[in-house]
């Protein structure tokens, strides 16, 4: 059996002296929360993505709740959510009272499939949230042409997709909302944390309301040129950024581009390493798709193995290989299976993609041979379950 010496961490954070540095800056500032470290990070993201606005939270799932306040959704309304996506994607609709009505994703890249939510609409319908799954963007056209001269608004679940861009518009560059994660995992951490973008009106009652509602940039009352005084026009909630976590995502802004390079130069060896083993589907991109590579998702061909796809796991961990599963299907956890009455089978793909799929470490760290150990034990797996 083939086995590295140490474990192979799945996703350990990339973080270096610079973000270090930077937190150090704050903690020796007067100011270590929601300040002008989290301005200039909103500033600074909101450039790179060429957002219309931004505004910086302490999560996506925060931005994802926000976003929904500021469309108005509420019970008695209905949203389409794709079966494969993490939880939070369909917990923020109930947050609303509003009703998830999560559809099967399309068989090739797993993201929400535009013939199926087109037959899930219904007049109750008032947004669709679709996911860019491991970084490579949904297809939005049908989607927005779906949205067109109907009350449906489209927020997008871009929790993997810094960068994504879909037929050359990035990812956050619409005026239509999108959910940003920079959580620990994320292709850009701050640890925790999120940003919402969009149409500025709407993102500014988005900050408004994740700021508990307070009508001014409140830190700055703290500031010589600020005012004590505040009003609050919203029962908000508390979804700020701090500048400690602002300051990990500057420098981590700095190092995206040379991380995005990193990981498409491990998909690539990844491709070489793997690609020609028949029991193993590797993800691939469409033409019309830039991914940003959060997730190498890759599905088994279990008619060619032995062992079933929690077994696969268990021998790459055997050979010292951390791997995940993204994500056991919303329709398939027992919250929403129980609420709502779902099988399996009504969202057939997803199911199926569930029982297949491993997703292989993949994130700017790795190392040529780290990633030389993972196609190694991949391949020996494979030879010695091989039906
Ligand atoms: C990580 C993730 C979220 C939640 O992000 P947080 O910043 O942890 O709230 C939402 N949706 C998807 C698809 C995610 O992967």
Redesign the pocket.
């Known amino acids: 059996m083939i086995q590295r010496d140490t474990f192979l961490s799945f996703n350990p954070p990339a973080l270096s002296d610079a973000e270090r540095a930077e937190v150090m800056d704050t903690l020796n500032s007067e100011w270590v929360t929601t300040g002008p470290k989290t301005r200039q990070f909103e500033v600074e993201l909101g450039a790179y993505l060429g957002a219309p606005g931004i505004v910086a939270l302490n999560?996506?799932?925060?931005a994802?709740h926000v976003g929904l306040s500021v469309l108005g959704i509420g019970p008695g309304d209905e949203v389409i959510v794709p079966a494969l996506?993490?939880c939070?994607?369909a917990n923020v609709v109930e947050h609303m009272g509003a009703r998830p009505v999560l559809v099967d994703v399309e068989p090739g890249q797993l993201t929400l499939d535009p013939i199926r939510v087109a037959q899930a609409v219904t007049p109750r319908t008032r947004a669709i949230l679709p996911?860019h799954y491991a970084g490579h963007p949904a297809d939005l056209d049908p989607l927005f042409a779906l949205c067109a001269g109907r009350d449906i608004a489209i927020l997008e679940?871009a929790?993997?997709a810094l960068p994504t861009s879909y037929r050359g518009i990035r990812v956050g560059s619409r005026s239509s909302l999108a959910a940003f994660?920079?959580?620990a995992t994320?292709n850009l951490s701050t640890v925790?944390?999120?940003a919402l973008t969009g149409d500025p009106a709407l993102v500014e009652r988005a900050r408004t309301l994740g700021h508990h509602g307070m009508n001014r940039d409140a830190w700055k009352r703290f500031d010589r040129t600020g005012s004590w005084y505040y009003e609050v026009v919203l029962p908000g909630f508390k979804y700020n950024l701090t500048d400690i976590a602002a300051s990990i995502g500057l420098q981590q802004l700095k190092r995206l581009e040379g991380f995005q390079r990193r990981r498409r130069q491990l998909v690539a060896a990844y491709r070489d390493g793997l690609g020609d083993l028949e029991a193993l589907r590797l993800p691939v991109a469409q033409p019309w798709a830039e991914s940003s590579w959060h997730l190498y998702v890759v599905r088994l061909d279990l008619a060619q193995l032995r062992i079933d796809r929690n077994a696969f796991i268990e021998e790459l961990k055997a050979r010292n290989i951390g791997t995940s599963v993204h994500y056991l299907p919303v329709h398939m956890q027992p919250y929403y299976r129980e609420k709502y009455h779902y099988l399996p089978a009504d969202c057939p793909v997803a199911a199926d993609a569930f029982t297949r799929m491993v997703s292989l470490p993949l994130h700017p760290g790795l190392s040529d041979s780290d990633l030389q150990d993972v196609v190694a034990a991949v391949r020996d797996v494979v030879a010695r379950f091989r039906v």
Do not use: R
Not at 59 to 62: G, L, P
């Open positions: 999560s996506c799932t925060a994802l996506t993490f939070a994607t996911v679940d929790a993997h994660s920079f959580y994320k925790e944390g999120g």
